[in-house]
């Protein structure tokens, strides 16, 4: 079969721009669609204002509540509950905090909403689709009674009371007013001033539930701190109570903030100091005197003696003796008895003398030894306490744990009694970390339906609604529209694009013309009978080197319009000049034979099995030079009708009388004989019914037809709308079809 290297390029060129945007395309494609457009946007926008009419009017009431970041301090102690903090994770937590189904289940509380249709819908009365809702529900409940009775009255009150905390929930809104700490509370109702008390609700209750909580924290502490002060004093008493026990069981008294023992030891060892040092005078002193009684000195030299008094006194008297001698001697003989008793005086005052000289040595030597003595038991006693301290030094490891744990637990009930006396002031001191800093007044404007929005969002959702129709019809078209459809989908060659026959081209010509094939030889100038004279071109110049006679039309499937270009082309190949003959080779559906010969009593079959002759059977058409062989009704079918012998040899036969023989076939995708009469035929082109016939059908029809080696010429269009298929774009010769129409006659 001869290719045409135009339509390669024209594929390969086509393929090429597949992944730019074509905007005429999508242009084309919407005028296309534009009736269907205009009804899915016209019903969409009708829809939205139908819904907006009968939507109530509602009425938006807003309180703003302001987190204050500052913060009284009226005693500079620290708070149990910290205050909100300012950053923006903290107020948003505040923002959904307002919006928690806690405080909107106290609103309803406070406010009695549970009462309120607005919000509870099993107390409204239900209307049109509701009324229909309802009814299916009571129905339903009807024919299950045990899961309705089964159901605890709690239950149901719960159940309840969440449906109106969602309800209710549904109409909040706060949100943060930018960056700002303010906080806008907003709630939408159908009354303006139940909306206005509602939102006020929030707003009260917000603040309260900052009050309560931080109260709630206080008290909380308070009495953990208070059960906790009970267990530290007892712990304190009894580490205290330990620490005197073992002081006192280990004699480890303490004085003025040193244990006894250190403070006895330390006064011995001062005693002990003095004493030594009065021990070494004493025996300075008399080692002195003793020294000095052995040089021979004259013991009135001894400073010890010289230091007495009494040694003084006596000295005096020997004084006052002599110059009472001295007197006497001067007056009296040396034997005068008052000069005697004078020396008798001084004689007793020099024992004296020597006496107490003598007392005053002894008592030297007494004096060392006392001394001694003293050091001696002095130092006794404080290596007594030395060893005393020892063992009491051993005992005070134990003693300073003891004390350390008593210190500790003192410390801390000494800080938990601060704290707890803190706490218990916060109760009077706590406020609010949030004000109101305005109340929501009663709306006077209905917020909502908003007319403008919603007609608005109205049209965007009609226009988005009729692309998404057009685009899914465009996805789901899988028929062959135009001729780069049949080139790039299909890989064959467009031959024609046969036009769709109007009843007002009917009714113009012909009263009685039902039928394309009527038309095209009472119209010979019309676009249809062109078409037919392109597809007969076709095949006449399809190979210069080989003339194609034998021409079969087939289809992928049933009601293509195979039958109909056939008979058509076969009339217009008669009024061309060429002898022409029509083979009816559907066996089953015969509809060439019921459009041209419905009375023919023999055919195909009765020629094959040499029951009669080829010119017996042939029936001349009523345009001259066509003859058409019917295939008649029989019960009698030989196999292999078309791989016989007998059909090749007709075939044969009719090459040589014949200028064109046209073969109407039967689909190819349903009966198999047509791949048999697709080989043996000189040239085969396939109707594909436009729009209609799924490319996925036509493209294994053609496979099929090249598996079987066919020479598939090309594909025809049949009953295309050439002004809808001049919408589907431009590449091609339909798009051009409005200026070239003219040169036909209809």
């Known amino acids: 079969m001869a290719t045409n290297p135009g339509n390669d390029q024209h594929l390969t060129d086509r393929d090429g721009d597949d992944g730019l945007l074509d905007l005429r395309q999508l242009w084309r494609i919407f005028r296309r669609r534009l009736p269907v457009f205009l009804a899915v946007a016209l019903a969409i926008f009708a829809l939205t204002v139908v819904v907006t009419m009968q939507m109530t009017p509602q009425y938006t009431a807003t309180a703003n509540v302001i987190i204050d970041p500052r913060r009284a301090q009226v005693v500079d102690i620290e708070a149990v509950l910290t205050g909100v903090g300012s950053d923006a994770p903290a107020l948003d937590t505040e923002v959904q905090l307002i919006q928690s189904r806690s405080l909107a289940q106290a609103v309803i509380t406070s406010l009695d909403l549970r009462t309120d249709p607005e919000f509870n819908h099993r107390l409204r009365e239900p209307t049109g689709l509701g009324a229909v809702i309802a009814g299916v529900r009571s129905f339903v409940s009807a024919l299950v009674p045990s899961q309705a009775a089964g159901a605890p009255e709690e239950d149901a009150a719960g159940r309840e009371l969440e449906a109106v905390t969602t309800a209710v929930l549904g109409r909040l809104r706060a949100n943060r007013s930018g960056m700002t700490y303010m906080i806008a509370i907003s709630f939408r109702s159908e009354d303006p001033r139940k909306a206005a008390r509602i939102a006020n609700a929030f707003a009260d209750l917000y603040l309260l539930s900052q009050l309560e ?352 270009t056939t008979y058509s082309l076969g009339r217009i190949s008669a009024m061309s000049g060429s002898k022409t003959v029509i083979l009816d080779c559907d066996l089953r559906r015969r509809l060439l034979t019921k459009a041209a010969a419905p009375k023919a009593a023999r055919g195909l079959l009765e020629v094959l099995a040499g029951e009669c002759t080829l010119d017996d059977v042939l029936i001349e058409d009523a345009e001259k030079g066509l003859h058409i062989l019917p295939v008649v009704e029989t019960q009698f079918t030989p196999r292999d009708v078309f791989s016989s012998d007998a059909f090749k040899t007709l075939l044969n036969g009719l090459r040589e009388r014949y200028d064109m023989v046209l073969v109407d076939t039967a689909p190819v995708l349903a009966v198999t004989d047509t791949r048999v009469i697709a080989a043996r035929a000189d040239a085969v082109i396939m109707s594909v019914k436009w729009k209609t016939t799924p490319r996925e059908a036509a493209a294994s029809a053609l496979d099929i037809l090249r598996d079987v080696k066919a020479n598939v010429l090309g594909v025809t269009l049949s009953q295309v709308d050439m002004n809808a298929q001049a919408r589907y774009g431009y590449e091609g010769s339909s798009y051009y079809y409005k200026n070239y129409r003219s040169y036909y006659s209809g």
């Open 213 to 564: 909580a931080k109260f709630e924290a206080t008290e909380r502490a308070n009495t953990w701190l208070n059960d906790r002060l009970v267990a530290l004093r007892e712990e304190v008493r009894v580490s205290e109570q330990a620490v005197e026990m073992y002081r006192a069981e280990h004699g480890l008294l303490d004085a003025g903030g040193s244990n006894l023992t250190e403070q006895q030891i330390s006064d011995l060892n001062a005693q002990l100091a003095i004493q030594r040092a009065e021990l070494s005078a004493a025996e300075s002193s008399l080692r002195n005197v003793q020294a000095q009684l052995q040089r021979g000195a004259s013991l009135d030299t001894i400073g010890e003696v010289l230091r007495s008094e009494t040694i003084r006194a006596l000295r005096a008297q020997q004084t006052e003796t002599s110059r009472r001698r001295s007197d006497l001697t001067s007056r009296y003989g040396p034997r005068h008895p008052e000069i005697l008793a004078v020396e008798r005086e001084a004689a007793d005052l020099e024992e004296q003398v020597n006496r107490e000289i003598l007392r005053i040595v002894a008592g030297l030597e007494t004096e060392v030894n006392v001394a001694r003595q003293r050091v001696a038991s002095l130092q006794g006693t404080l290596s007594g306490f030395r060893q005393e301290l020892i063992t009491n030094n051993r005992a005070l490891v134990r003693l300073r744990e003891l004390e350390r744990e008593a210190e500790a637990a003192r410390t801390l009930f000494e800080s938990f009694l601060n704290r707890f006396r803190q706490t218990s002031e916060q109760d009077d001191l706590a406020t609010a970390d949030a004000r109101i800093v305005t109340r929501a007044p009663a709306p006077v404007e209905p917020s909502a339906p908003n007319w403008l929005l919603n007609l608005a969002l109205g049209f965007v959702l009609a226009g988005l609604a009729g692309a998404a129709v057009v685009a899914l019809l465009e996805v789901f078209d899988n028929g062959v529209r135009t001729e780069a459809d049949v080139e790039r989908e299909l890989g064959a060659a467009h031959i024609a694009s046969v036009p769709l026959l109007t009843k007002a081209q009917f009714g113009r010509k012909r009263e009685n013309a039902a039928q394309p094939y009527d038309y095209v030889r009472d119209n010979p100038l019309s676009g249809m009978a062109e078409a037919f004279r392109v597809i007969r071109s076709a095949i006449l110049l399809s190979d210069i080197d080989r003339v194609h006679k034998v021409v079969a039309i087939t289809s992928a499937l049933p009601g293509e319009g195979k039958t109909t």
